[in-house]
């Protein structure tokens, strides 16, 4: 069972990376097209018996095997990179429907804190606050957020009953 603070320390890490997996996922949709556009310009010669020969068991695969070779590995290549880009686009998607639930100040805090890199500091000056304020509404609302992501059941008080 994962603890409350591996749920805290993923969530910091995904908002300080939001902006890299929008990134990613440009790139990784980029890159399938290409790879897609590749194997449909390339085809597979037929088998045509007695061109493709093996001479002396020096090679495994005849031209047309390897070739064929080529596209299944290219193929699952562009799965994986599919999977990989759609978990970061569900990952965005959840971050996104949690920043709507909150309310415009605690997305400035969230977003000045751990997108932009903003101290408290900063941050409780740019919206008038002290900064004691700003760091505990932060952390209630970065639990919010983990709850939002995650789901998460188990609360800090949860957890010394548990132990």
């Known amino acids: 069972m994962r603890e409350y603070g591996d749920y805290i320390r993923e969530t910091k890490w995904l908002l300080q990376n939001y902006a890299k997996m929008k990134a990613a996922v440009t790139n990784l949709t980029e890159e399938i097209d290409?790879?897609?556009m590749i194997?449909?310009?390339e085809?597979?010669?037929s088998i045509q018996y007695g061109d493709?020969?093996?001479s002396g068991g020096t090679r495994e695969l005849t031209i047309?095997?390897?070739a064929a070779a080529r596209r299944i590995k290219s193929e699952e290549h562009i799965t994986d990179m599919r999977i990989r880009r759609d978990e970061m686009e569900r990952t965005?998607?959840?971050i996104d429907r949690a920043f709507e639930s909150l309310d415009d100040a605690d997305v400035e805090l969230i977003q000045g804190r751990y997108m932009r890199?903003?101290?408290w500091t900063e941050i409780a000056e740019t919206l008038n606050y002290t900064e004691k304020w700003v760091r505990d509404k932060g952390r209630k609302t970065l639990r919010d957020v983990a709850l939002m992501l995650f789901g998460?059941?188990?609360k800090p008080a949860q957890l010394k009953l548990c132990l």
Do not use: M, N, P, Y
Request: hydrophobic content about 40%.
């Open 34 to 36: 290409a790879q897609e």
């Open 39 to 41: 194997l449909r310009d």
């Open 43 to 45: 085809s597979i010669s």
């Open 52 to 54: 493709d020969r093996i």
């Open 64 to 66: 047309t095997e390897a």
């Open 92 to 94: 965005i998607r959840a």
């Open 117 to 119: 890199g903003h101290s």
């Open 152 to 154: 998460v059941i188990v």
